[in-house]
Antibody, heavy 129, light 112 residues
Framework: EEQLVQSGAEVRKPGESLKISCKTS????????IAWVRQMPGKGPEWMGV????????RYSPSFQGQVTISADKSISTAYLQWSSLKASDTATYYC??????????????????????WGQGTTVTVSS | DIVMTQTPLSLSVTPGQPASISCRSS???????????LYWYLQKPGQSPQLLIY???TRISAVPDRFSASGSAKDFTLNISRVEAEDVGVYYC?????????FGGGTTVEIK
């Protein structure tokens, strides 16, 4: 069974750093893009960016560029999302999710992303003084 | 960024009755390759979103056939032919033709 299992809820103070994780299993980690998605309380999801674990190619949404860092360790099939200095406005639930590959070729595309077909359970991050 | 606008904001439906959700994009989601990069998700209460429909109208295998979707380049519809109690939650459309990928604001479906 394909699974994405995220690390547990975190509470931090403004200015602190944080790294959350997304451990995958049940499929070949290096062959599909993994996305991070933010969902603020009571709001819709926001796509933050993606990583292709085979070569750690990372693409960020302009809204999140410079605000977070996405990385992956393919030796343990795990993706990460990290902040160097949290703000109260980072309070949200963060999901990792796997992008489908191109349904015609079966391969990931360099330039296009498809549906998010497997999701982690979410990590709630609370930033408060 | 492509703006995705969903209507209505919420829907209260009697079990067994149909429901329809609309989604409009600020730009065409019809690619030159002939595919339409529009997806539908359901987020049940307390759960992660789950993919229901991909590339305009193809159901994920586990999704019941009471769900169907259609549309053109900028206007899209998700239909539920007979709503059941397990269909409650927030439905989102999402586009992937352009980065950043963007979601609609969501439509909450509840049971009367």
């Amino acid at each position: 069974e394909e699974q994405l299992v995220q690390s547990g809820a975190e509470v931090r103070k403004p200015g602190e750093s944080l790294k959350i994780s997304c451990k995958t299993s049940g499929y070949s980690f290096t062959t599909q893009w993994i996305a991070w998605v933010r969902q603020m309380p009571g709001k819709g999801p926001e796509w933050m960016g993606v990583i292709y674990p085979d070569d750690s190619d990372v693409r960020y949404s302009p809204s999140f560029q410079g605000q977070v860092t996405i990385s992956a360790d393919k030796s343990i099939s795990t993706a990460y999302l990290q902040w160097s200095s949290l703000k109260a406005s980072d309070t949200a639930t963060y999901y990792c999710a796997r992008h489908q590959n191109d349904l015609l070729t079966g391969y990931a595309s360099l330039n296009y992303f498809y549906g998010l077909d497997v999701w982690g359970q979410g990590t709630t991050v609370t930033v408060s003084s | 960024d492509i703006v995705m606008t969903q209507t209505p904001l919420s829907l209260s439906v009697t079990p067994g009755q149909p429901a329809s959700i609309s989604c409009r994009s600020s730009q065409s989601l019809l690619h030159d390759d002939g595919r339409t990069y529009l997806y539908w998700y359901l987020q049940k209460p307390g759960q992660s979103p789950q993919l229901l429909i991909y590339e305009l109208s193809t159901r994920i295998s586990a999704v019941p056939d009471r769900f169907s979707a259609s549309g053109s380049a900028k206007d899209f519809t998700l239909n539920i032919s007979r709503v059941e109690a397990e269909d409650v939650g927030v439905y989102y459309c999402m586009q992937s033709i352009q980065v950043p990928l963007t979601f609609g604001g969501g439509t909450t479906v509840e049971i009367k």
